[in-house]
């Protein structure tokens, strides 16, 4: 069929069975835009940032495990998208991002809005690529989502000149891509597992440590099943929460930086690690030298660069988790589960001595409790986004998961700003699910223009700001090493919250009781409306446990005397 | 701690011969600092491919990391680590004509190579042999007041 370039571009987003595409038109991309205009298959969500519209495709992506696509213009609008990007491509996330390019004469000539999106985006995309004739459009463009969602998924980068979106040509979007330098391994080597295998056998406090590679393999039930026939234990990492469910009894909770006493307690004392997805990332391991140091170590990744990155590993498995446990469960038939009786005992008795735990209090709300009470009164129904700093420990501490994709948050990046325009993604992917945004008062206001994003399109999320009044997790860090001096983190001056989202279409609830945060939430569900809702929280309140930025997993700071007000 | 000694060590790298592979390949060495002694790349004869030659000075810990790294890139076919190599570098070098002609030209000779032009006020050699062998060429051609030296670079092939 004879089409514009730009046609071709909508014809292979429908193609890919996108239903919600994110983004903001501009010079370079009008053409896009034009035929976006003309067609039915797919919504358009204007977001109000370009930024928004990569976290937004993100957030759809995290919830439903496809590829999401967001479309920006040259220049400004690509680096607009880049913090975007970049957030996507730490947790490999599957995006497709289409930005507009000066027309292919005026490259390399700074021309108005020209900037080398390909050469800037490269160490912040799985591929990119600047699309050369309208020859090869329909070819890149099913290659971007191909390599995009196989293998360690990612995001990837369509840049395309102006004058290739208009000219007319041949469009066949191809069946299959052929790219003889790209074979993700998926199945892993079975004299591996077998061996692996072995070391489970033989091992008396093994400990299976889960990734968000758990999530993106969607091996959820799997893992489950395997812990279950193994009744090994269970850690999850940040990005894991919700795997194993919080119900599951084998699960200690998250490790890490903030993780659980009993969690961390195990990984220094395991003697064989089991790891899948997950890449041994500085705020899981604290000081290397001292981590899981008892342990043989079972590394399971798609990506091989994962594995011995970090740690020195015994039984490296490439491969996709799903397919090596699929190898793995009936080669454990008849595990002696007693075996590690004596471990679960001494897990069980570290969990009882430090639980996960707060001081409650009449006078004023804290956040733990904002957690765990939207837990009760929402649990399983919901989706919990997430931006970045104290609210996100608490929330990944707290709240109840049940299942993966439940939680959606930038672990590897740490982006803030990213929760609110991630719910709307999220959202418009499960518009029957109640969807919160669980942000600190400095986070939210990193994309608060999205309210007006929200308010246009009907897309009622629940914005739950948990308002210290600080940049809270540099205040704790500021409170623990630098001796109380508060640099430029005090937030005393604060907008008017409920004003601020009534003027942009939305409803606000200023909340000090907890009798108020319950009806608070009752209401803005009701209402469904999108929503600020600025939770007054005890001021002062650290993430503990905590173990300092480099010292050992099992020299943690326990929340012994958690303080009411600074002294 | 064999593991962490850095040791000189020589890469192939066949990559798909696209625009902008090479800035990828040394994007990926300079944002994850890693070091590139010498770098060479050329067309493969009659394929899609080119051939790049990467030396560098890494622990085998980290060789390990460029290789996998280098493997993630799309257009990367095969890395290949050498251990059974030739190798070889050329170099070019100009003298002024007034220095002793014939010395010069047994030096190069003697590193497998010889004069390739001779002008008014300067003679150029080239020699082609190992990177050894070419340090201690450019050592001992420094008697001659070398004007310039350009070397090109290691290529290697599995032996
Ligand atoms: C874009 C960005 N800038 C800076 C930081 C560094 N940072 C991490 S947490 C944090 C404080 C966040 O404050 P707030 O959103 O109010 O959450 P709280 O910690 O108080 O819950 C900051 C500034 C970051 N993660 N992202």
Redesign the interface.
């Known amino acids: 069929m004879q089409m514009s370039g730009a046609q071709m571009v909508c014809e292979a987003i429908i193609a890919e069975g996108v239903k919600t595409v994110f983004g903001y038109p501009g010079g370079a991309i009008m053409h896009v835009y034009d035929e976006v205009y003309k067609q039915e298959g797919f919504e358009h969500i204007l977001n109000r940032h370009e930024q928004a519209s990569v976290h937004a495709a993100d957030g759809y992506a995290r919830a439903t495990g496809e590829v999401g696509v967001a479309m920006v213009t040259s220049g400004p609008g690509f680096t607009n998208a880049v913090t975007g990007l970049a957030t996507a491509y730490m947790d490999s996330i599957p995006l497709v991002v289409i930005s507009g390019q000066v027309p292919s004469h005026l490259i390399g000539t700074d021309g108005f809005q020209e900037i080398d999106a390909v050469g800037i985006s490269r160490p912040c995309t799985k591929h990119n690529f600047l699309v050369r004739s309208l020859e090869e459009l329909p070819r890149v463009l099913k290659e971007a989502f191909y390599i995009a969602r196989s293998g360690r998924a990612g995001p990837v980068l369509v840049d395309i000149p102006k004058d290739i979106t208009v000219e007319i040509g041949d469009y066949v979007y191809p069946d299959e891509v052929d790219l003889p330098s790209y074979k993700p391994t998926y199945k892993g080597n079975t004299r591996q597992i077998e061996k692996a295998v072995e070391a489970i056998k033989a091992s008396k406090k093994p400990l299976l440590y889960l990734g968000g590679g758990v999530v993106l393999s969607n091996a959820y039930e799997l893992v489950r099943t395997l812990a279950k026939k193994t009744q090994i234990p269970v850690v999850e990492t940040l990005m894991a929460r919700g795997v194993m469910g919080d119900k599951n009894p084998l699960l200690l909770g998250m490790l890490g930086m903030h993780g659980n006493y009993s969690s961390n307690m195990a990984m220094s004392e395991t003697d064989l690690v089991i790891s899948f997805g997950a890449r041994f990332d500085d705020r899981v391991t604290g000081k290397l030298s001292e981590f899981a140091k008892y342990a043989k170590i079972i590394h399971v990744d798609i990506d091989a660069a994962n594995i011995g990155k970090i740690v020195a590993v015994d039984y490296p498995i490439v491969g996709d988790i799903t397919k090596v446990i699929e190898v793995m469960l009936p080669l454990l038939d008849g595990i002696d589960t007693d075996r590690f009786e004596a471990w679960r005992s001494i897990l069980a008795r570290y969990e009882a001595l430090h639980p996960l735990s707060y001081v409650d209090s009449d006078e004023v709300i804290k956040p733990q409790w904002a957690i765990e009470r939207i837990g009760e009164l929402v649990g399983v129904d919901a989706i919990i986004t997430s931006d970045v700093g104290q609210h996100q420990m608490w929330a990944a501490q707290h709240y109840p998961f049940d299942r993966p994709r439940q939680w959606i948050n930038s672990g590897g990046l740490g982006t803030m700003g990213f929760g609110f325009p991630a719910a709307l993604g999220a959202k418009k992917a499960f518009p029957d699910k109640i969807v919160i945004n669980v942000t600190g008062d400095g986070s939210i206001l990193m994309n608060m223009q999205e309210l007006v994003t929200a308010a246009e399109y009907k897309i009622p999320v629940i914005n739950l700001i948990l308002n210290n009044h600080f940049l809270g997790m540099v205040r704790q860090w500021q409170t623990f090493f630098y001796e109380k001096r508060y640099s430029e983190t005090d937030l005393s001056f604060q907008p008017n919250w409920k004003a601020l989202a009534e003027a942009c279409g939305g409803i606000g609830y200023d909340v000090k009781t907890k009798a108020e945060f319950d009806f608070a939430i009752k209401d803005a569900i009701a209402q469904d409306k999108v929503c600020f809702m600025n939770v007054i929280v005890n001021r002062f309140e650290d993430v503990l446990p905590m173990v300092p930025s480099g010292g050992a997993l099992f020299n943690m700071m326990l929340p012994q005397t958690t303080k009411d007000e600074e002294a | 701690m064999a593991q962490v000694i850095d040791e000189r060590r020589v890469i192939s790298v066949i ?2 011969n696209e ?2 592979v090479l ?2 390949i040394t ?1 990926l060495f300079a ?1 994850r600092g890693y070091n590139i002694e010498s770098l060479t790349v050329a067309p493969i004869p009659n394929t899609q491919m080119s051939h790049i030659t990467i030396a560098t000075n890494s622990s085998a ?1 980290t060789m ?2 460029i290789s ?2 280098l ?2 890139l ?4 095969k890395v290949i680590e050498h251990e059974e190599m030739i190798e070889k570098e050329m170099v070019l070098a100009k003298f002024p004509i007034q220095e002793n002609l014939a010395d010069i030209s047994v030096l190069a000779s003697a590193y497998n190579g010889g004069v390739v032009n001779v002008g008014k006020e300067m003679i150029i050699v080239m020699v082609a042999d190992e990177p050894k062998r070419i340090k201690h060429f450019i050592e001992a051609s420094e008697r001659y007041n070398p004007c310039e030296i350009v070397r090109g670079g290691v290529v290697a092939i599995e032996r």
């Not at chain 2, 799309?74 to 076919?77: H, K, M, N």
């Open positions: 990559v798909l625009s902008s800035a990828r994007s944002g810990r390990e990391q996998k790294q493997h993630k799309i257009p990367v076919y």
